[in-house]
C-alpha cells in the first residue's frame, strides 16, 4: 500500500490551493476558513514513488471544537478510515460522497505555516510535533510576510525545531520544487522532529520561538490591503458598499446570463444544432411514436438539449463566475460579519451566510458547508432554510426564462416569496429547536485579489460538475417525460393528479408531469411549464410551487447522510406540503381578484 | 492627516497600554471604542480565544462595531477578529483614562 502524507495547518492557509498543486488534481479552495469539511486524497509523485496526500480540514489546535477538525484530529491519530475515491478522485468535489478505503497511519506530515498568522501557526505546529512523525514545515505566504513589512527566518525555524522549512508562495507555484525535494529527503531519512523543553506545546513556548525567527521591520502604517480589509468590515462605509456590491453581483449574475443566453447559446442551439439535428432524425426514424420520443414535443434531443444547455448553463456559468471571484477574493466572511446582527435575529450566525449564498449554486455543497458551522441547531435551521426557499441556480436558470419575457413582475414576487418564506421558517425553527446560540469568534482573512488562472480553474471545474451531475440526468429525465407524453400515461396522471393540480392550483392538467420530474431535478418543476400557454396568475403559481416544492433526490441523500432519515423526511414532508399549501392559496386568492 | 491621527493614537497607545502605567481602570471589552485600545488582563474559558491572539496580556485595538447588535471587530497580532458582544462582556481589558468608552457599557 502506499505510503500516506498529511497536510495540514490552520484553516485558511492555502492548503487545498497547495495540495491541488502538488497532486495536479483540482479540489475547492476559497479565501476563508472551513473550505475543506471533507479531506481529499490524491496521489503525489515523489522521486520514483508514489504517496498519497491527504488534505486535511483545517483546525485551530487538536482539541477538535467542531466536527470539520474532529476529522483532522482523528486523522493524524490514524483512527480513522480514510477513504478515497477511486483513481486518484477526490472525496469531496461539490458532490460526490467517497467509498472507503482505509489509507493506514501517516508516514509524515507536511504543515503549513501561515505567514500572515505566525501565532496561531506555530501554537497548532508546536502540538503536531508532539506526535513524533517524520515532518516538512511549509511557510507558505511568504509574499504577504513582506508586504506587512516582517522577516521571517526560517532557517532558525529549522534549526529549532529539526525538521526542514521550506518558504512557498502556493498560488503562484513558488517553492514548490524545493519543497517536494525536501519531501523526498525526509521520506529517506525518517528524521523526526526534535522534541524538547522549548518545543513543548504551548503560548510560552510559542512566543519565545517568535522572538528567534521574527524580525519585525519598522513598518507601523496600514497597508492597503489593511485599509480596505477595514473599510468593507466597518458598518461605515461597509454596509453601503455591501448594498453596491450585492447589486452588482446579482446585476453581473442575471446580466451575464441573459447575454451568454440571447446572444450566443440559444442561437447556437437554434440556428445550428436543432435543424441539423431534426434533419439526421428525420431520415433515419420514420414518423411516428419513436420520432417523437427524440424530436417531438418532450424530444429529447430538443428539449432535452435546450433546457440544461441553452437555458440554465448560461445562469451556472455567471453564477459561479461572480461566486468563485467573491469566496477568493475574501468578501464573503465580512458580509457576513455585517449583516450578523440581523441573522442572529432569525437564528443564524454570520457564518451561516456563506452556505445560504452556496445554496443559490447548488444545495449539496451547501449543505456540506454547513458542517463548517458550530451548533447542530445553526446547522439544521441552515438545511432547511437553503431546501425551502433558495432556488438552486438550475431553478433561477429557469425562472428568468419562463417568467422574463412575460412577467418580470412576478419573476420579482417569487424571489421576494422565497425570501420572506425563509425568514420565516427560520424564525420558526429558532423557536421550536432546543439549543444554546453559540457565541461568534472568527478569523477574518485578508482580503485577496483572487488570480485569473485559479479563478478558471475553479469555474471550470464546476462547470463540469454541472454538465455532468446535472445536465446529462436532466436529458435522461426529459426522455423519460417524452416517454410519459407519447405513450399517453401523462394523461392517466393528469387524470389522476386532477383534484390537486387543476382544482386546487388551478394549472393545465399536464403540469401533473413537472411535480413528477421536479422530485430528480428541481429545475424540471418549472421548464416544462414554458410551453403550457400560461396566464399570469397561473405562471406565479406555477413557479411558486416550483420554488418551494421538493428539493431534488440527490440533495435528499446528502441531507439522509449529513443528518438522518428522519430529518430528510421531515425537509420532505414541509417543502412538498409548503409548495401546495402556499401555491394554492396564491391560485385561492387571485381567483378571486381576476 | 493620516500621519496625524496615528501620532495622536499612538500616544493613546502609549498612555494606556505600558503595564506599569499609573492608573489603569478596568473595563469589559464590550465598553471600547473604535479606535480605542486596550490589554487583556481576564479571559473566559473559550478554546478559540488564545489561539486567535486573545490572551491575557496582549494588547488589542478596536475597529469597528457591527450594527444591529452585531458582533464587535478586534485588531489584534495585525489581524482583525470578529467577537460576539455577549463573549465581549467576559473579556475584562486595562486601559488609561484617555481611551474611549461606552458610557453606557451594556446599552
Known sequence: MDKTVLLMGLPNVGKSVLFNRLTGLNVKAANYGGTTVEYAVGKMDLGNTAVNLVDVPGTYSLQATNQAEAVAVKMLESSVAVSAGSSGQTCHCESNPCSAASLGKPSSVIFIVDAGNMEGSLYLLLQVVQKRLPMVVVLNRSDLAREKGYKIDHRALSRELGVPVVPTVAVTGEGIEDLKKALIKVARSETLPVIAESNMAGWTQVESLLCKILKKGQQDFNTPRERWGELLTKPWPGLALAVIIIAFVFGAVVGLGLLLRQQILLPFFRYLIFPNIEMVVVQIIPEGFIQNIFIGEYGFLIKGIEWPFALVLPYVISFYFTLSFLEDSGYMPRLGILLEGLLNRIGLKGTGFIPLLLGYGCAIPAILSTRALNTKKERLIATTVICLAIPCIAQTGSFIALLSASSVVVMIAVFFLGFIAMITAALILNRLLEGEPSETLVDIPDLLLPRVEVLLKKIWLRIKNFVVDGALPMVVAVAAAAVFYETGLMVILGEFMRPLVVVWLGLPPEASVPLILGVFRRELTVLPLLDMDLNTLQLFTGATVGLFYVPCVAVIASITREFNVKTAMGILLVTTLGAFLIGGIIYQLGRLFI | ?107
Not at chain 2, 486596550?38 to 486573545?54: Q, S
Not at chain 2, 494588547?59 to 464587535?72: C, E, I, N, S, T
Open chain 2, 1 to 107: 492627516m493620516e500621519a496625524a491621527y496615528k501620532q495622536k493614537d499612538s500616544q493613546v497607545y502609549l498612555k494606556v497600554a505600558l503595564p506599569d502605567s499609573k492608573n489603569p481602570e478596568t473595563a469589559t471589552l464590550d465598553s471600547l471604542l473604535p479606535a480605542s485600545e486596550g490589554r487583556v488582563t481576564r479571559i473566559p474559558d473559550h478554546p478559540l480565544l488564545p489561539i486567535l491572539g486573545i490572551r491575557v496580556g496582549k494588547y488589542l485595538k478596536m475597529v469597528a462595531r457591527q450594527r444591529f447588535g452585531g458582533p464587535l471587530i478586534i485588531k489584534v497580532n495585525g489581524r482583525c477578529v470578529a467577537v460576539s458582544r455577549s463573549l465581549a462582556r467576559r473579556i475584562i481589558i486595562e486601559h488609561g483614562p484617555a481611551a474611549r468608552l461606552e458610557v453606557e457599557p451594556h446599552g
